[in-house]
T-cell receptor
């Protein structure tokens, strides 16, 4: 049973560029959340999607946007990249609110902004 | 403000040397406290969920406990393969996870 799949695994971008990261949730899951994890830190919540709508959002600027498709997969878009956006971006999925098992995480996309 | 603090930041143990990791938290409307394990370059892997003070859960050499303000992850007779970063997270009233910065555990043979 495939877990959460993220692509690409690594990415190098230049300041000011735009990037799109992709996530396929675990089979049977309908909710997707995105987290940013800086080196040596815990993951920080970006936003969560359910039924193709953004259900809630963390303290991230509007440069961060997302989308959820009818098959529950999701994209994270970041515009006008800054050096500080360099991080591991994690996608997590759950069925509903995920209260029993938290979320299932993918292996992440390592984004480096130069 | 909801907050999770983990200590120590790093811990070095000899194989077989038991110890505990601490997670203290402040959150409004706790819906659960979660422990995850994270290996380098990987996403967090679910270990335990605890819901109420006094609750305990075990898995192999790991045991998690919960009080009203903190949780402990006890590691009994650790092995080198237990080396990883252990993350604690609380689920708040809006169902999002708030993570601590983690404890990096190194178990030497």
């Amino acid at each position: 049973d495939a877990g959460v799949t993220q692509s690409p695994t690594h990415l190098i971008k230049t300041r000011g560029q735009q990037v799109t990261l992709r996530c396929s949730p675990k089979s049977g899951h309908d909710t997707v959340s995105w987290y940013q994890q800086a080196l040596g830190q815990g993951p920080q919540f970006i936003f969560q999607y359910y039924e193709e709508e953004e259900r809630q959002r963390g303290n991230f600027p509007d440069r961060f946007s997302g989308h959820q498709f009818p098959n529950y997969s999701s994209e994270l878009n970041v515009n006008a990249l800054l050096l500080g956006d360099s991080a591991l971006y994690l996608c997590a999925s759950s069925f509903g609110q995920g209260t029993n098992y938290g979320y299932t995480f993918g292996s992440g996309t390592r984004l480096t902004v130069v | 403000e909801d907050q999770v603090t983990q200590s120590p930041e790093a811990l070095r143990l000899q194989e077989g040397e038991s110890s505990s990791l601490n997670c203290s938290y402040t959150v409004s409307g706790l819906r659960g406290l979660f422990w995850y394990r994270q290996d380098p370059g990987k996403g967090p892997e679910f270990l335990f969920t605890l819901y109420s003070a006094g609750e305990e859960k075990e898995k192999e050499r790991l045991k998690a406990t919960l009080t009203k303000k903190e949780s402990f992850l006890h590691i009994t007779a650790p092995k080198p393969e237990d080396s990883a970063t252990y993350l604690c997270a609380v689920m708040d009233s809006s169902y999002k996870l708030i993570f601590g910065s983690g404890t990096r555990l190194l178990v030497r043979p």
